[in-house]
Each structure stands twice: as structure tokens, then as C-alpha cells.
């Protein structure tokens, strides 16, 4: 994103809607954005505050674009034309089938509005997974974006670019979930953004959670809330359902 210094009256207008606080007035008056710190959210523009149409959404190029397609739900990432920076299949699994019962997965997010992440911090956790012999989910759009799936390293071109948020999903044996969640809380030491875990699975005929009573013994309580997509998917084939 940039402003047209010509058209902007230094209002100042746009300043409070962005997710970044990369818009900021400059000694003298006039209101200019960190170049490195927009997250190409279109956040700014989109709220339509400026008088004068100063805020202009300039063509991206690589690796620029990672910026937006993971930070503006209205771009769609280069190979799965999807939208979002997480994983469809892991909230529609009742149609993919992805987890079955009594597997186990994770999903670690990384930024938020406010601070974001740069794809160099991603990384940190990527190798870790890799380094565990986890295999980094390809349906994920960060997928896209691994030079090397064996050692979990991006590609070197994106490592600096910030984005609002991304996520790293990995599928692993229940058993082992104690040492990658202890993994993970090592490396998180060593990143400059705030990271949330969410453990995949299915609920068992009770609506419970397997394994949850394994999860708390480490220390990992569920905070109780929960996201439901009713009624958009269909169970791809009931008989295969049953695990032996
Ligand atoms: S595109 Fe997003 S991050 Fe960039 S200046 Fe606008 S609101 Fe801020
Ligand atoms: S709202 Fe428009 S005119 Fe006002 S400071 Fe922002 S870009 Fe400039």
C-alpha cells in the first residue's frame, strides 16, 4: 500500500485502521507507511476513511505478494486459488477425511493483528517439526513456500517478508505429541511474535476429546471454546470411519 503525497491532506484519518501501525505521521505533517511493516492487509483502503483517495494499492510483485495473499482474505494464493492463510481441510473434515478418528494433528499460529510475523520466525518452527520427522501439511498455503521439505527451511526470497498471521499444520502419532509440544515451547523463546497451538482431532461418540486427559497431564488444558461449520459438509463415506 501506498499514499499519493500529491492527493493526501495529512489528515490522519487513516491512521487508527491500520493492523500494523505502519501508517504514521512524519515530522512536518505529513502521514507516509513503513514499507516493511505493511502486511499489504488492505485494511487501510478498504475502510474508505480518506477524503481525498490518497491510499492507493500498488501492483505487487514477488516476494511481495506472500504479504498479501497470507494478510488479505480477498487474494488468493498462487497454486490452490484459495483464500486464507490456514488449512480448508482442517475445519471441513467431516468432507475430506483428513483426520480420522483417533489421529492427532497440530496447528501452530503464528501473529496476529498488531504484530504480525516475518517468515523467518515461521521458519524456526518449520525445521523444528521437520526436525522431529513431521511432515508439513501440503494443503496449507505455507506449503508453497517450503525450499526443502526434508529440513522444513522456505525459500530464502521469502524469509523477510511480514505477514498478519500464518500457520504450520502437521499431522503426528498421539504418542509423541508431549515431545513436539515441549519442542515447540523451546523454540517459541526464540521468536518475536506471539504463537497459539491448537490440537486436531475428532470428538469421540461422547463429544469428548480424545487424548485430552493426556494433554492435561503435560500441562495443556482446553480454554473451552469452540468453532462449529454446521451443515456444509457431508461424511465422505461412513464405513471408513471405523478404525481398527
Ligand atoms: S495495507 Fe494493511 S498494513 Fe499496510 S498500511 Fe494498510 S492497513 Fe496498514
Ligand atoms: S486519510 Fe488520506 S488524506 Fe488523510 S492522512 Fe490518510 S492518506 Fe492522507
Known amino acids: 500500500m ?13 491512521i487508527p485502521f491500520c493492523t500494523m501501525a505502519a501508517i504514521r505521521a512524519e515530522d512536518g505533517g505529513s502521514v507516509d507507511i513503513d514499507f516493511d511493516e505493511c502486511v ?9 476513511v480518506c477524503p481525498v483517495d490518497a491510499l492507493v494499492q500498488n501492483e505487487l510483485e514477488y516476494p511481495r505478494t506472500v504479504r498479501s495473499t497470507f494478510s488479505n482474505p480477498e487474494k488468493p494464493h498462487a497454486r490452490t486459488k484459495r483464500h486464507g492463510r490456514g488449512t480448508e481441510e482442517m475445519k471441513t473434515n467431516d468432507v475430506t477425511d483428513r483426520y480420522r478418528m483417533g489421529e492427532i494433528g497440530l496447528c501452530i499460529e503464528m501473529g496476529r493483528p498488531g504484530i504480525g510475523v516475518r517468515l523467518r520466525d515461521v521458519e524456526k518452527i518449520s525445521t523444528v517439526m521437520a526436525s522431529l520427522g ?5 494443503c496449507n498455503p505455507l506449503f508453497d513456500h517450503v525450499a526443502d521439505v526434508k529440513t522444513g527451511k522456505l525459500h530464502q526470497a521469502v524469509l523477510n517478508e511480514k505477514v498478519m498471521s500464518a500457520i ?8 509423541a505429541v508431549a515431545l ?11 521468536i518475536d511474535t506471539v504463537m497459539t497451538i491448537s490440537v486436531i482431532c475428532r470428538v469421540d461418540d461422547n463429544g469428548e476429546i480424545p487424548d485430552y486427559e493426556r494433554l492435561k497431564r503435560y ?13 456444509l459438509g457431508r461424511v465422505s463415506d461412513p464405513q471408513e470411519e471405523v478404525v481398527s
Open 40 to 48: 499489504e492487509c488492505g485494511v487501510c483502503q478498504k475502510m474508505n
Open 2 to 14: 501506498q499514499i499519493n503525497q500529491e492527493l493526501c491532506i495529512g489528515c490522519q484519518a487513516c
Open 168 to 175: 504450520i499444520e502437521v499431522k503426528q502419532a498421539p504418542d
Open 219 to 231: 500441562g495443556y488444558i482446553s480454554n473451552g471454546h469452540a468453532k462449529v461449520n454446521l451443515g
Open 180 to 190: 513436539v509440544l515441549d519442542s515447540l515451547k523451546q523454540a517459541a523463546q526464540g
Open 134 to 138: 513431521l511432515e508439513l501439511e501440503e
